[in-house]
T-cell receptor, first 113, second 114 residues
């Protein structure tokens, strides 16, 4: 079946370094992707999104890259800070009346001081 | 700015007991969702609603019922709780059915069924 998955369950980075979190998706019909951040004890929080007609989108300290050829999505966090420690989820959906978000399993980002 | 509010935050039930989780949103969103989150797994959709008075099944609907009597509220009911329903439950809402379907989440309800 279709699925959204993450390559690594955990990622440990040094404070100040850049972080790259990867995500693979398998539904070729997906045309909209979202990254969520979930801090301990809280609900997922929207970070950034990208449509399939784009291959890159930048936010504040975050960049999402989309490679439709290999169905790959990545989230880059510049100058990682302790406050970035959280679980990150990618999610996919497609344009349509009954479209729903499909979430990946999540990857934990741990920032070392 | 309240956003999406879930009550209660924590609950412990005995097997066979019933309870209702309440979700309220103040963003005038059409769509509302209930998810469960289990260790090592992503969010799984239980039920959702595309508008007041409507509900639909998601990926894992068995053992749960929902109601959307008011646009701002979405209730999740467990008629006879089972240990397999021990989980963290999240409610979310979104503006509508467009592809730009950003969902906004509540803080979650941690439920333990003994």
């Amino acid at each position: 079946g279709e699925s959204v998955g993450l390559h690594l369950p955990t990622l440990s980075v040094q404070e100040g370094d850049n972080s790259i979190i990867n995500c693979a998706y398998s539904n070729s019909a997906s045309d909209y992707f979202i990254w969520y951040k979930q801090e301990s004890g809280k609900g997922p929080q929207f970070i950034i999104d990208i449509r399939s007609n784009m291959d890159k989108r930048q936010g504040q300290r975050v960049t999402v890259l989309l490679n439709k050829t290999v169905k790959h999505l990545s989230l880059q966090i510049a100058a990682t800070q302790p406050g970035d420690s959280a679980v990150y989820f990618c999610a996919e959906t497609f344009t349509g009346a009954n479209s729903k978000l499909t979430f990946g399993k999540g990857i934990t980002l741990s920032v070392r001081p | 700015n309240a956003g999406v509010t879930q009550t209660p935050k924590f609950r412990v039930l005995k097997t066979g007991q019933s309870m209702t989780l309440l979700c309220a949103q103040d963003m005038n969103h059409e769509y509302m969702y209930w998810y469960r989150q289990d260790p090592g797994m992503g969010l799984r959709l239980i039920h959702y609603s595309v508008g007041e008075g409507t509900t639909a099944k998601g990926e894992v609907p068995d053992g749960y019922n929902v109601s959307r009597l008011k646009k701002q509220n979405f209730l999740l009911g467990l008629e006879s709780a089972a240990p397999s329903q021990t989980s963290v439950y999240f409610c979310a809402s979104s503006y509508g059915r467009e592809a730009k379907n950003i969902q906004y989440f509540g803080a979650g309800t941690r439920l333990s069924v003994l």
